[in-house]
């Protein structure tokens, strides 16, 4: 089975300082991954998503993140944040095949307050 | 905006009462799934619908609680018997059936059981 480890629960920064939030996960297999943010008061929503190829991603809103297969990271990043990236931000994984597909494992989620 | 609906937003119940919430999925998605979320955690996956067929379901899913999808369309998740411990956000979210579609979550139903 998938698992997802989020470190940080709480991020707290001034605006237009970089942002890096950190996602391992647990899984013996080929897994996409994925990074969704909920801001307050909205559904969750896909920032990105990686598959396969080129392991650095870009997503909305200038977020990218990068997957390190050695590492079993998916890293979120961001070099400038803005007031209205205050949000949660949840990395996601799944088997890219097989039983399980379908099936999304989400971390605890990282909350992150901006500071204007 | 046609994006997913769920209803009811708020349910509170007393203990040993059943509940059922209703998801409206996206009108082109045919596939349609339930998380839960409790507070502090991520979303957990309860269960998978193709149209009308239940695919996947977790082993969170006792057998208290069922899901329906009857017409390919809108499904229902109903928990009988309600416990404290079944407190939570329920998840709907759909996709269209390629290859690892984008899901798009509905706003949930807070289920708080007295």
């Known amino acids: 089975a998938q698992s997802v480890s989020q470190h940080n629960h709480h991020v707290i920064l001034s605006e237009a300082a970089s942002l890096e939030l950190g996602c391992n996960y647990s899984?013996?297999?080929?897994?996409?991954l994925f990074w969704y943010v909920q801001y307050p008061g909205q559904h969750l929503q896909l920032l990105l998503k990686?598959?396969?190829?080129?392991?650095l991603v870009k997503g909305i809103k200038g977020f990218e993140a990068e997957f390190i297969k050695s590492k079993f990271s998916f890293n979120l990043r961001k070099p400038s944040v803005q007031w209205s990236d205050t949000a949660e931000y949840f990395c996601?994984?799944?088997?890219?095949?097989?039983?399980?597909?379908?099936?999304?494992?989400f971390g605890k989620g990282t909350k992150l307050s901006v500071i204007p | 905006d046609t994006g997913v609906s769920q209803n009811p937003r708020h349910k509170i119940t007393k203990r040993g009462q059943n509940v059922t919430f209703r998801c409206d999925p996206i009108?082109?998605?045919?596939?349609l799934y339930w998380y839960r979320q409790t507070l502090g955690q991520g979303p957990e996956f309860l269960t998978y619908?193709?149209?009308?067929?239940?695919?996947?379901k977790s082993r969170l899913l006792s057998d208290r609680f069922s899901a329906e999808r009857p017409k390919g369309s809108f499904s229902t998740l109903e928990i009988q018997r309600t416990e404290q411990g079944d407190s939570a956000m329920y998840l709907c979210?759909?996709?269209?059936?390629?290859?690892?579609?984008?899901?798009?979550f509905g706003s949930g139903t807070q289920l708080s059981v007295l």
């Open positions: 979210a759909s996709s269209l059936s390629g290859f690892n579609e984008k899901l798009f």
């Open positions: 899984y013996g297999g080929t897994v996409n």
């Open positions: 990686y598959f396969s190829g080129d392991p």
């Open positions: 996601a994984v799944n088997a890219s095949s097989g039983a399980g597909s379908y099936q999304l494992t």
């Open positions: 009108s082109e998605h045919n596939r």
């Open positions: 619908f193709q149209n009308e067929a239940q695919l996947e």
